[in-house]
């Protein structure tokens, strides 16, 4: 028999300010079963700041062998009425996981903010800056960039600047110095929304794989509610 189950319990201390869990995960597949361990903390500063901490740890085993990996997280997050931001540390080692993890995130260390600063109601600034170091190909990406968004009604503008630096395996430095600008279109009672990106590298800076110049439209249709189509 194969047999899939898992649970979360947490525990409240000091008015809810300080919470700790613990999290149980185990799935089994023909011949094959993984288990993870988790433990969380989260401590409210004030009614809009947290600082959480994560780890967890899986175990793959098979009919030939047996894989353990870990990952860890640390952060803290800041939500008001004008501030939304974040300070982060991600690691995930590239033996983590089951079967659901973001295959993005593996063998990596990132640590990065990012931030949101309401002006008004319809005009905002944001920006964020990261690094982060793919541990299996032992290369590194840095990005840096900051831009502002504002929205009326049925439509939306936005503009910023990116910087991107890649470096690679052997050594080489690939770089993208970008000016971004973007709209977006409302139409049929906010059913249908249009939308235009340009990415825009400026002079020879155009080397980074992951931000290269190029234009990209896309449409988002909500059939309802809860479904939407793009």
């Known amino acids: 028999s194969e047999y899939n189950y898992g649970g979360r319990g947490a525990l409240k201390f000091i008015d809810g300010k300080i919470e700790t869990g613990a999290t149980y995960i185990h799935e ?3 011949g094959n079963k993984a288990d993870l361990y988790g433990a969380d903390a989260t401590l409210k500063i004030t ?3 947290t600082v959480k901490a994560e780890y967890a740890s899986t175990r793959k085993e098979s009919l030939v062998d047996s894989i353990t990996g870990e990952a860890y997280l640390a952060e803290i997050r800041h939500n008001s ?5 974040s300070l ?3 690691e995930t080692d590239d033996t983590f996981g089951m079967s659901q993890q973001n295959t993005g995130e593996i063998g990596t260390r990132k640590i990065g903010a990012d931030m949101r600063y309401r002006i008004t109601e319809k005009l905002s600034l944001n920006a964020q800056a990261y690094r982060q170091k793919n541990n299996i ?5 840095n990005l840096i960039e900051a831009g502002a968004d504002y929205s009326a009604g049925t439509y939306g503008i936005r503009a910023g600047m990116r910087q991107a630096e890649d470096t690679l395996e052997d050594g080489t430095i690939n770089r993208s110095l970008q000016a971004t600008l973007g709209a977006s ?6 059913r249908l ?7 825009q590298s400026i002079g020879n800076s155009n080397e980074s794989l992951d931000f ?19």
Request: glycine share 4%; no cysteine.
């Open 212 to 230: 290269p110049t190029r234009t990209t439209l896309g449409a988002d249709y909500m059939l309802s509610n809860t479904v939407t189509m793009f």
């Open 193 to 199: 929304m249009l939308r235009a990106d340009r990415e």
């Open 185 to 190: 279109k409302s139409l049929f009672d906010n």
């Open 28 to 30: 089994e597949q023909t």
């Open 47 to 49: 009614d809009k700041t």
């Open 88 to 90: 982060y540390y991600r």
């Open 137 to 141: 190909s032992d290369t590194q990406q």
């Open 81 to 85: 009425e004008k501030l939304d931001g």
